[in-house]
T-cell receptor, first 111, second 113 residues
Framework: KQEVTQIPAALSVPEGENLVLNCSFT??????LQWFRQDPGKGLTSLLL?????REQTSGRLNASLDKSSGRSTLYIAASQPGDSATYLC??????????FGTGTRLTVIP | DGGITQSPKYLFRKEGQNVTLSCEQN?????MYWYRQDPGQGLRLIYY???????QKGDIAEGYSVSREKKESFPLTVTSAQKNPTAFYLC????????????FGNGTRLTVT
């Protein structure tokens, strides 16, 4: 069964710093990988989706990369802001309705 | 605005009572999903539906039931058979037949005492 791991579980950085969040998965046979943001007590907001044939996707200050062969994805956040504070989750799609989630990295950006 | 509406935001029930969580979407998505989120665990799939009048069990369907009578609606009933129902429940939807992203509602926090 696919296992998705996100390390570290929590991360604190000063405002303005660039940072990288990591996601690893055990089975490289995936359709796509999606990064989400979750604010406390809220649902998940989709940030980026990378198809299995792609290497990266960018949206504003966010850049997500995918290395399927090594089972890794990273989410790069440039020039972090306090508003970026949230939990970031990655999820891999292994089939039509098989979406496997990591447990997330809780990010705190300190003003 | 298009989106997914879950209601209520907070729900309190006594043990032994069934409770139904509402999920409505106006995104015209065919597929809808229910997930459960517990602290320190990834989201786990309860039930999903790809088309009206059809639904499938996910990884943790025991103690739950769903219906899909309308495309826009996918209510989840937490029955008294669910041994540990207190959790955060998330409804999601997506377009089927493509690698489209999953969209989520804002969740319902259920507390059973």
């Amino acid at each position: 069964k696919q296992e998705v791991t996100q390390i570290p579980a929590a991360l604190s950085v000063p405002e303005g710093e660039n940072l990288v969040l990591n996601c690893s998965f055990t089975d490289s046979a995936i359709y796509n990988l999606q990064w989400f943001r979750q604010d406390p007590g809220k649902g998940l907001t989709s940030l980026l989706l990378i198809q299995s044939s792609q290497r990266e996707q960018t949206s504003g200050r966010l850049n997500a990369s995918l290395d399927k062969s090594s089972g890794r994805s990273t989410l790069y956040i440039a020039a972090s802001q306090p508003g970026d504070s949230a939990t970031y989750l990655c999820a891999v799609r292994g089939g039509a309705n098989n979406l496997f989630f990591g447990t997330g990295t809780r990010l705190t950006v300190i003003p | 605005d298009g989106g997914i509406t879950q209601s209520p935001k907070y729900l309190f029930r006594k043990e032994g009572q069934n409770v139904t969580l509402s999920c409505e979407q106006n995104l015209n998505h065919d597929a809808m999903y229910w997930y459960r989120q517990d602290p320190g665990q990834g989201l786990r799939l309860i039930y999903y539906s790809q088309i009206v009048n059809d639904f499938q069990k996910g990884d943790i369907a025991e103690g739950y039931s769903v219906s899909r009578e309308k495309k826009e609606s996918f209510p989840l009933t937490v029955t008294s058979a669910q041994k540990n129902p207190t959790a955060f429940y998330l409804c999601a939807s997506r377009i089927t037949g493509s690698d489209s992203p999953l969209h989520f509602g804002n969740g319902t926090r259920l507390t059973v005492t």
